[in-house]
């Protein structure tokens, strides 16, 4: 027991000193009406008078209460500590007390109003018992003055969170001079409790009992059986606080009141504020080593959440090496990230949240073979003119000489022109990837472990990135122009995919029916051939091509007007000319596309994307691995810091509390599985009250 008492004394320790509200250590929560002792029972309880006292509603947030028993301080040196309030102690009981109002007040405001949000206090002390309690307020009826007027409800639900909880005591407080067979308090523990394995009955206020009467059958668990029994208290009166009579007075009055009263005398060991305090230690302590799995359970989960936490936070900067060695190794960190995900690799990225979509230099790849080729596909040529104004083109460009068959002076012309439709999916490839590129640079700098901890440093890693690549897109940006220029500035028309003597073949082919027969001579070189301006004719000179002669223009008579003004109508060779210089011009722009879908996306990879894979850990260390950036960016988010302290000092106290459970299940042999006594005196049968005749009939007594 004495283990027991001290592995509770020492978990309690722990979790007041950090704040680890989520472990619930089995506790003692007082239930009653108003008015019904539940104040003066915590305050016989601790021996001190410490809680605010008043009339109607006084007690209108939870109080969880802490007694620690510590043998090492002198009645003189007994203190408090409020949880909101870390680190002040109270030595004057008094000012506890004012605490107290001023917590409620600040709370649910200086009226009669009530708050579920509960009030931490511990109390260490020589003379208390290890308890954990919490006072509640009282249950009440009607609402009084700035109460909603739903009051009863509220308070219910709030006692009903508390006493709910399978490790909770119900102190069921009932005043013994109202009707206890209409007790509120031991109707609310009945409907949690039913069985009342976990209710502890006590009936204060036995002083004021009709002459006569007594409550020896409620305190003999005759009339509403509980599995605990019941504890009768003789407690100050309002008349004794008011005359400040001494705890120790009033406790030993209160001996002596059971002792000599005829109908409490036999049970007088059983009753009163010291029996109450012993039975509860007992019956808290036997609890403690029921759940003690579970609180393991508790505690175990607990520590794997904070080390959750830390691993998040990463370790603080001085753990690390220093400022330097943390910025050292997120460059590095970071540089290598973006480099693996260029470069394709299966586990980088969130690649768990979004199995669906490309990322990192698959999406470079998706610019270059899809976007890119689609833009290139889309960017249509257009001469600009139609084909009557293509005619007079070709005709201007041959000048005063005759024409010939293969307008190539035009068709150089007008394809050197339509290669610049090129330059803007060129120019866009290059902001895709530039963006793609910035996108990785993102991702990759959330991935670098801790540096979420320095928002500055994060900041500026991704501007200098951010200028390092805009740099090097604007030379990638020039390169892709003058690529551009140079496939327009030389039209190559001897390139191996361009074949002209094919596309003249095609169109003449095509245009057969409508060029007028040939003349007796058969061709005897290929279409192209007239295009050589060396085999050109002279004016007024035959044409050297059998075909030639079936192609010149032949001047009609009816088309020369009265005023002698020639009107030269679209001749069939003249659409030949036309039709042949529109094929040349498209089938070399198609070489050219297939120059450019293969150059441009080399040119990105070489001044874009491997050049800053090749130089971003350079490029970041040149600009940030300075004396003075290290000092000014590697400020630690204060909030960080923060978390990782509390995270740290939750760490600590779980370790503690683990180390106090292991330290218990080795050397007490208490059983940690569940369902064990684990030491303290165990209840006389049927509870701490006499058994109830022919068994519980608590099932019947209460209406359900
Ligand atoms: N004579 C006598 N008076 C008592 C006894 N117990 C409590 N009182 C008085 O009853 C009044 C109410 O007691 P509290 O302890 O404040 O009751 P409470 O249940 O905490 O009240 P709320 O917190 O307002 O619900 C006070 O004046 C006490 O002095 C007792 O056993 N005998």
Redesign the pocket.
């Known amino acids: 027991m004495d283990n027991l008492l001290s592995v509770m004394n020492r978990l309690m320790k722990v979790f007041a000193q950090a704040n680890v509200p989520s472990i619930q250590l089995p506790r003692i929560a007082v239930v009653?009406a108003?008015?019904?002792?539940?104040?003066?029972?915590l305050e016989a309880l601790v021996g001190r008078d410490f809680l605010p006292?008043g009339s109607?509603?006084?007690?209108r947030r939870p109080l969880v209460l802490h007694l620690i028993n510590e043998p090492s301080l002198s009645p003189t040196q007994e203190y408090g500590e409020f949880g909101h309030l870390p680190g002040k102690r109270y030595t004057d009981f008094n000012d506890i007390r004012t605490q107290i109002d001023k917590a409620t007040d600040d709370e649910a405001g200086t009226g009669k109003a009530v708050s579920n949000k509960p009030i931490f206090l511990t109390i260490h002390s020589p003379t208390v018992v290890n308890l954990i309690l919490v006072d509640l307020?009282?249950l009440t009826k009607v609402a009084v003055g700035d109460q909603p007027k739903d009051i009863e409800k509220q308070i219910l639900a709030m006692l009903e969170e508390y006493i709910k909880p399978e490790n909770t005591i119900i102190l069921a407080?009932s005043a013994g001079n109202v009707d206890l067979a209409n007790s509120d308090a031991l109707k609310l523990a009945h409907k949690h409790d039913p069985d009342g394995h976990r209710t502890l009955g006590v009936i204060?206020?036995?002083?004021?009992l009709d002459q006569g009467t007594d409550a020896a059958d409620y305190l003999n668990n005759q009339v509403i059986p509980l599995r605990l029994g019941y504890v009768g208290?003789?407690?100050?009166?309002?008349k004794?606080?008011n005359e400040n009579k001494s705890m120790k007075n009033a406790i030993e009055d209160e001996e002596k009141f059971f002792r000599n009263h005829p109908a409490y005398a036999t049970i007088a060991s059983r009753c009163g504020t010291r029996y109450l305090g012993q039975t509860m230690s007992d019956l808290l302590i036997k609890h403690v080593a029921k759940t003690l799995p579970q609180t393991r359970v508790q505690i175990a989960n607990q520590l794997a959440q904070v080390e959750r936490d830390l691993a998040r936070f990463g370790k603080a900067p001085e753990l690390e090496g220093g400022n330097q060695a943390f910025m050292l190794r997120a460059i590095t960190e970071f540089s290598q990230r973006y480099s693996t995900s260029l470069e394709g690799d299966v586990n980088t990225g969130n690649e768990s949240k979004d199995k669906a979509s490309l990322r990192g230099g698959a999406r470079l790849n998706h610019v270059f073979k899809e976007s890119y080729v689609t833009d290139l596909l889309e960017a249509k040529i257009d001469l600009e003119m139609n084909d009557d104004q293509l005619q007079i083109q070709i005709r201007n460009s041959f000048g005063v000489n005759s024409t010939l068959f293969v307008p190539e002076k035009c068709f150089l012309q007008l394809s050197s022109r339509q290669i610049d439709r090129f330059r803007l999916p060129a120019l866009r490839c290059v902001e895709k990837s530039h963006y793609e590129c910035i996108t990785l640079v993102r991702q990759s700098l959330g991935q670098v472990d801790g540096l979420t901890r320095f928002p500055q440093l994060r900041a500026r890693m991704m501007d200098e990135t951010q200028m390092f690549l805009n740099q090097l897109k604007e030379k990638t940006l020039q390169h892709v122009t003058k690529l551009i220029e140079i496939e327009g500035s030389f039209v190559n028309v001897d390139h191996p995919k361009f074949n002209p003597l094919k596309v003249v073949e095609t169109v003449l082919k095509r245009l057969e029916p409508e060029v007028p027969e040939p003349e007796a001579q058969p061709q005897q070189q290929g279409q192209a051939q007239p295009a050589n301006p060396a085999e050109r004719g002279r004016p007024g000179q035959p044409p050297p091509n059998p075909k030639q002669p079936q192609q010149q223009p032949q001047p009609q008579e009816e088309e020369f007007d009265e005023v002698g003004i020639f009107i030269r109508t679209l001749t069939a060779q003249d659409k030949t000319k036309t039709e042949i210089v529109k094929k040349l011009v498209e089938k070399y722009y198609k070489v050219v596309r297939a120059n450019v879908a293969d150059s441009i996306p080399k040119a990105v990879m070489f001044f874009l994307v491997q050049a800053s894979r090749q130089q971003m850990q350079s490029e970041l260390m040149k600009r940030l691995y300075r004396d003075d950036l290290i000092k000014s960016l590697m400020k630690e988010d204060e909030g960080i810091a923060l978390q990782r302290k509390n995270a740290l000092e939750r760490q600590k106290v779980l370790h503690e509390a683990e180390m106090i459970l292991e330290d218990i299940s080795f050397t007490a042999g208490v059983p940690l599985s569940g369902g064990g006594m684990g030491g303290g005196r165990a209840p006389p049968r049927g509870g701490y009250g006499r058994p109830p005749p022919g068994g519980s009939n608590a099932d019947t007594y209460f209406p359900k």
Do not use: F, N
Not at 34 to 41: I, L, R, W, Y
Not at 233 to 238: E, I, K, T, V, Y
């Open positions: 009653g108003q008015s019904a002792g539940k104040s003066s029972v006292r109607g509603i006084v007690t307020p009282g407080v204060t206020k036995l002083d004021l208290l003789c407690l100050r009166s309002q004794d606080i």
